[in-house]
T-cell receptor, first 111, second 115 residues
Framework: GEDVEQSLFLSVREGDSSVINCTYT??????LYWYKQEPGAGLQLLTY?????DMKQDQRLTVLLNKKDKHLSLRIADTQTGDSAIYFC???????????FGAGTRLFVKA | GAGVSQTPSNKVTEKGKYVELRCDPI?????LYWYRQSLGQGPEFLIY????????DSGLPNDRFFAVRPEGSVSTLKIQRTERGDSAVYLC?????????????FGPGTRLTVT
């Protein structure tokens, strides 16, 4: 179906790395995204990767894409308490505009 | 500059009533999207506009839902004969609307409660 699937919760200690995983279904997806949602704030694009790439690094964030397995991951290095939020994986289909979101992974960072 | 704005921020209505939700996109953004987010879920795609036309309305759940964008800027999502299951946060987003421009900018949402 249309599912983008993510685990619901992740808890890490401050300073550790966090890895959030996602699987998607549409092999024709052109862009894959990670969005962040904090309480009382809107959705914010964190990073994205084109489907012809397998890795992208952006400061503390590393995105890995395994197109064969339709698996996407987001690694946050040196996780801080301010990283506590819900992280959504999303894919764009059909040329890039219709975007399908996962249910989100709630990241808890313990001090 | 101003971001995406949505009005009202909260709307409480009775079952069976008609509601309109408004979205003001970022100036110059030709693409506009509507999503619905239920508690504990990710945004669910409803419809997107490229200019004045609905380029993809495959996410609208049924014919009670309709959206317009008559001048290619402000959009209104209209829900007829509201049901309790329509209660959710309705999110609007806009983007430049050109291929390769990947970032959607989200508004704060309208929380709709149907009693």
């Amino acid at each position: 179906g249309e599912d983008v699937e993510q685990s619901l919760f992740l808890s890490v200690r401050e300073g550790d790395s966090s890895v959030i995983n996602c699987t998607y279904t549409d092999s024709s997806s052109t862009y894959l995204y990670w969005y962040k949602q904090e309480p009382g704030a809107g959705l914010q694009l964190l990073t994205y990767i084109f489907s012809n790439m397998d890795m992208k690094q952006d400061q503390r964030l590393t995105v890995l894409l395994n197109k064969k397995d339709k698996h996407l991951s987001l690694r946050i290095a040196d996780t801080q308490t301010g990283d506590s939020a819900i992280y959504f994986c999303a894919e764009s289909r059909g040329g890039g505009f219709k975007t399908i979101f996962g249910a989100g992974t709630r990241l808890f960072v313990k001090a | 500059g101003a971001g995406v704005s949505q009005t009202p921020s909260n709307k409480v209505t009775e079952k069976g009533k008609y509601v309109e939700l408004r979205c003001d996109p970022i100036s110059g953004h030709t693409a506009l999207y509507w999503y619905r987010q239920s508690l504990g879920q990710g945004p669910e795609f409803l419809i997107y506009f490229q200019g004045t036309g609905a380029a993809d309305d495959s996410g609208l759940p049924n014919d009670r839902f309709f959206a317009v964008r008559p001048e290619g800027s402000v959009s209104t999502l209209k829900i007829q004969r509201t049901e309790r299951g329509d209660s959710a946060v309705y999110l609007c987003a806009s983007s430049l609307g050109v291929r390769g421009s990947y970032e959607q900018y989200f508004g704060p949402g309208t929380r709709l409660t149907v009693t």
